[in-house]
């Protein structure tokens, strides 16, 4: 359901938004995919977990996530655009599972919400519907991590509740290639 929800937002996010010039050159530029997540931690637990229960049940591992963003860019020359963004990453994992007369359900979600200011370099090349990208700047990112576990039966009900949150600032960068499909929509791969 979580991700439905992702996947609608998404399209009504590119769908309103304007697309093209704003006013002074500016332009909007709206992103939506999916992220790969280096949760080493989490996915070594999961991988434990399914071999401990040997296809009975199974806990999803999270690396790829869905993403979802928007930028204001700022041409300051034809080749360099300024972008300041805002956008939210989520992923899920979720087990329940019977043994005897207890339940087990374990639910855990990671979130973040980066704010970035990057600069683009999009050289001119002779290509008519290519247009390789390198960016790169400074992000803080709020980022937020909750689990919950819940045992029912063996004449006793227990859960748990945690939830960690940082906010911190850092550094990314990339480039990729973008495919014109139409004048205000473009195929990005990127990395």
Do not use: C
Request: glycine fraction near 12%; hydrophobic fraction near 45%.
């Amino acid at each position: 359901m979580k991700r439905l929800i992702t996947v609608f937002l998404s399209i009504v996010v590119l769908t309103v938004l304007p697309a093209g010039e704003l006013r002074a050159g500016a332009a909007v530029r709206v992103n939506g995919g999916f992220s790969h997540v280096g949760y080493g931690d989490f996915n070594d637990f999961a991988d434990k977990i399914n071999e401990k229960f040997m296809g009975f049940t199974k806990l999803n591992n999270i690396y790829w996530i869905p993403e979802i963003s928007a930028e204001i860019l700022y041409p300051l020359v034809p080749t360099l655009n300024i972008g300041l963004g805002a956008g939210m990453i989520a992923g899920s994992a979720d087990l329940s599972f019977k043994a005897g007369s207890a339940a087990y359900e374990f639910d855990h979600t990671l979130r973040s919400y980066p704010f970035t200011l990057n600069a683009f370099f999009k050289p001119s090349v002779p290509l008519i519907s290519i247009r390789p990208y390198l960016y790169g700047g400074l992000g803080l990112y709020y980022t937020s991590l909750n689990f919950d576990i819940e045992i029912s039966g063996m004449g006793q009900d227990r859960s748990m509740h945690a939830e960690f949150t940082k906010f911190g600032m850092g550094v990314q960068g990339g480039g990729g290639l973008e495919f014109s499909i139409v004048p205000a929509v473009v195929l990005d791969l990127g990395v």
